[in-house]
């Protein structure tokens, strides 16, 4: 018997089925997801759970990118407000769970073949973030397409919601500007306007110093009653995030804004609180003041008031108050402050210090025949302690920086940081302008300047029997307590020199006994000059003196005694007898001698 065996082989045919991960149903605009916004508020009151898995590229691309938007997904809603807030919160990538960027585009109509977005942004928000858009029209549908920045398998899960924002205020635009009065000159904002730019939008033409920063800009007008105008605001702080704002303005005369020139503008007053004082005002003139906050995409709660304010005359160079320009010592000074500065049209801090402030007030000075003049700035208050000080030479229309300085006055505080600027080689006739600013914000007040020509010494007084001086009052009525007061006879002779070092000596009064016998005077064998001053203040209270004698005085009393090699050997004894021809009275004190007193 045969046996027929049979062996069938059967191959099985493995096939791996290759995966198709199904898009998401918001994979296209046609199928855009609807949703509703949610009321304003500094975070979602109810989130929207996205994410960008298996999602493939929609065409049109978006204006902002061609690539990276391989991954978009789609949502809709209707706008119930003129303005809207889209808030991005836990954006993560997929693939390594750390935190990952969201590009998104806002349309009004983009299933329309070519449509255009209205906004579009590749790198919109990391891990969290906001954004603020205005101009929407209420009933009009919207679409938001979301993106993970970066392209490839690159995916990202997010939560969003989109916020109405409320209504513009009123006075959103410079036609409905709220009229504010302004409190009268030395005003402390004891009525606030308690306000913020919630809901605000852009009014065009953009400020000359906004950098589109007026994109939540509110309007006020005012009618000057003075020449200048405080803007003082407190308790600025964000709105849509948190801590401080920092204030913006730009303020035009007469009419709404035609263009993007401005009377003032400056978009940071600084943060959270802080004050802005405009000069050039016309009295009787309507002026509209724009307020925003610095920087775009934000919103901030704010209160201000308008404070009127008188502006110094010579708060800018047209102004510049002339110095009087005295021989040999700073005789005629000038009382100033800068309470009531602005800074100056095309000015901003001083060349030789970054550190001042460019509030400034202006002086002038002509150039006496000697070519040489010194200016320099004195305390008169402990409180003003530090100014700085540029020279220009040309006029006020075309300036040229000449000097500089920041702390050159040799006298001890509060003096000592004060500037003094010493021109020498200058065209005699010539006039110099002075720009004096604070160093620091507490450096506004008052101060003395003055200006002399170092090389024109006037005589030393001849003096007679006990002749009396000029009488002359140190005290802060005359703000000439912390600079040195020269004493002349009544020929403009000088006798001495007083500092009273921050005291009230009152009226001073001084007489000058000079020897002319010939005969060198001396007290127990001890020669002493052939001069006695006698100062007396109406103050017993301390003070520096600088007393002034002729060289043939001091070589009299080296003939005589041939050890005084120089004055700085020179002793000065105090005693209690007013003017007298030779030493006498008691209490014989020595006074000590300082170098260059």
Same mark, same amino acid.
């Given at each position: ?14 096939? =791996? ?25 500094? =975070? ?7 994410? !960008? ?32 807030? %889209?808030? $991005? ?70 939560? $969003? ?13 410079? %036609? ?20 913020? !730019? ?30 200048? &105008?405080? %803007? ?60 925003? =906050? ?26 510049? &108050? ?98 003094? %600027? ?24 008052? $101060? ?68 002319? =016998?010939? !005969? ?78």
């Amino acid at each position: 018997m045969r046996l027929s065996l049979t062996i069938v082989i059967v191959f099985a045919l493995l096939v =791996s089925p290759t995966a198709h991960a199904q898009a998401p149903s918001n994979d296209e605009c046609t199928g855009a997801t609807v949703i509703s916004t949610v009321p304003f508020g500094t =975070s979602c009151s109810s989130l929207v759970n996205a994410n !960008t898995l298996n999602a493939t590229q929609s065409s049109p691309n978006p204006s902002c990118t061609s690539s990276e938007n391989n991954d978009d997904i789609w949502y809709k809603f209707t706008a119930s407000s003129a303005s809207i807030i %889209i808030r $991005f919160a836990n954006v993560t990538n997929n693939a390594t769970g750390s935190r990952a960027t969201m590009g998104y585009a806002l349309y009004d109509a983009p299933c329309v073949s070519g449509a255009a977005n209205i906004y579009c942004n590749n790198i919109g928000s990391a891990g969290a973030g906001y954004k603020v858009f205005d101009g929407l029209s209420i009933g009009r549908e919207y679409y938001f397409r979301f993106w993970s920045t970066l392209t490839g398998t690159n995916t990202a899960s997010f939560d $969003f919601c989109v916020q109405d924002v409320q209504a513009a205020p009123v006075n959103d635009e410079c %036609i409905n500007a709220a009229s504010v009065v302004p409190q009268v000159a030395g005003g402390n904002c004891t009525s606030l306007i308690v306000t913020t !730019t919630v809901g605000a939008t852009r009014s065009l033409p953009n400020p000359s110093c906004s950098n589109d920063f007026n994109d939540d800009d509110i309007w006020y007008s005012f009618v000057a009653a003075t020449n200048g &105008i405080r %803007i003082n605001f407190s308790n600025a702080r964000q709105v849509l995030g948190s801590g401080n704002a920092n204030v913006g303005y730009a303020l035009y005369e007469n009419n709404c804004p035609v263009s993007e020139a401005t009377f003032s503008c400056n978009n940071n007053i600084g943060g959270g609180s802080g004050s802005e004082l405009i000069g050039g005002l016309t009295p009787g003139n309507t002026y509209y003041l724009s307020l925003f =906050s610095f920087g775009t995409n934000n919103y901030m709660t704010f209160d201000f008031c308008l404070i009127n304010e008188i502006i110094i005359e010579n708060d800018e160079c047209s102004g510049a &108050i002339n110095l009087p320009v005295t021989n040999g010592f700073c005789s005629s000074p000038v009382n100033s402050s800068l309470a009531s500065a602005t800074t100056s049209a095309g000015f901003g801090s001083p060349s030789c210090t970054a550190l001042s402030s460019s509030e400034d007030v202006w002086f002038k000075a002509v150039v006496p025949s000697s070519g040489n003049i010194i200016v320099q700035t004195s305390a008169v208050n402990t409180n003003i302690n530090e100014l700085v000080m540029e020279a220009y030479s040309g006029n006020c229309g075309a300036l040229v920086l000449i000097a500089c300085d920041d702390n050159g006055n040799p006298d001890p505080a509060p003096s000592v940081l004060h500037p003094r %600027i010493t021109l020498t080689g200058r065209t005699p006739g010539e006039v110099i302008y002075f720009r004096v600013m604070g160093k620091g914000n507490i450096n506004d007040g008052p $101060f003395a300047i003055c200006a002399w020509n170092p090389s024109e010494l006037p005589a030393v007084s001849p003096g007679g029997n006990c002749v009396t001086a000029n009488a002359v009052t140190i005290n802060a009525a005359n703000n000439n307590q912390y600079m040195w007061v020269p004493v002349f006879d009544n020929a403009g002779n000088i006798v001495a020199e007083i500092y009273a070092d921050g005291n009230d000596l009152g009226t001073v009064g001084t007489s000058l006994f000079t020897n002319t =016998s010939g !005969t060198v005077r001396d007290i127990n064998g001890k020669y002493y000059l052939d001069r006695n001053v006698a100062i007396v203040p109406a103050n017993n209270v301390s003070a520096k003196v600088r007393l002034y004698f002729t060289s043939n005085e001091f070589f009299a009393l080296q003939a005589v005694d041939p050890s005084i090699i120089s004055t700085s050997i020179l002793g000065i004894t105090k005693t209690d007898a007013n003017c007298q021809p030779d030493f006498s009275g008691g209490g014989n004190t020595p006074i000590a001698v300082a170098a260059g007193v």
